[in-house]
């Protein structure tokens, strides 16, 4: 029996977590039929690899949906708030990894390993939570599962590559050059490299 491919479409797919999708995809062989990669302006006509070929970034367009079956957004809050509905009208299925739609009655907030069955409502659009919380929550399933917790307290230290490749590259430009001892200059983001000694 022929398996069922799917239409893809990667919004945001030149960023950090656009090419990690793409990654995954392929390293778990995703049933890809076409695969759109969009991005924004600056990125069109781009050129990246997946699975053995050459795919073109286009331009995010509202256009670029049709046909699409699913659709895997990570390219800010605004971004999804601007084109993830009209991604929906148009048939797909849209998971978003931004804020967006997190808070949002009537949008089912999924992670796979914890509640699957919440995918059976969604209408079209799928929220995620943001990395710290889908990790702990993996993690925290089972033992909920077997004891019942009541209460957490959590503290988390967020990654630079939330905010996207350009903040790393600031970051490992900084890194570089305080490990030369040079005078750092500080890029777009309030990133800064701390070096620290424990005696």
């Not at 990246?48 to 073109?56: A, D, I």
């Not at 079956?69 to 929906?88: N, Q």
């Not at 069955?117 to 079209?124: I, P, S, V």
């Not at 305080?178 to 500080?186: D, F, H, I, Y």
Request: contains cysteine.
């Amino acid at each position: 029996m022929k398996q069922k491919r799917y239409n893809v479409a990667v919004v945001g797919a030149t960023g950090a977590v656009g090419t990690e999708m793409l990654r995954v995809l392929e390293e778990r062989r995703f049933p890809v039929g076409r695969l759109c990669l969009l991005a924004s302006e600056r990125s069109e006509g781009k050129r990246l690899r997946f699975n053995g070929t050459t795919c073109r970034v286009e331009r995010l367009e509202g256009r670029r949906f049709n046909g699409v079956d699913v659709a895997l957004f990570s390219a800010g809050a605004g971004r999804s708030l601007e084109f993830a509905p009209e991604a929906v009208k148009r048939g797909a299925v849209v998971v978003d990894n931004s804020s967006a739609f997190r808070m949002k009655d009537g949008v089912p907030l999924v992670i796979p390993e914890v509640n699957p069955h919440a995918l059976a409502r969604h209408h079209g659009l799928i929220a995620n939570p943001n990395c710290s919380t889908i990790v702990l929550l993996v993690a925290i399933k089972p033992l909920h599962d077997a004891a019942r917790i009541t209460r957490l307290i959590v503290s988390t230290y967020q990654s630079v590559s939330g905010a996207g490749a350009k903040a790393m590259a600031q970051l490992y430009r900084e890194t570089a050059q305080a490990l030369r001892q040079c005078r750092v200059t500080s890029g777009q983001w309030r990133v800064k490299p701390k070096l620290t000694t424990h005696h």
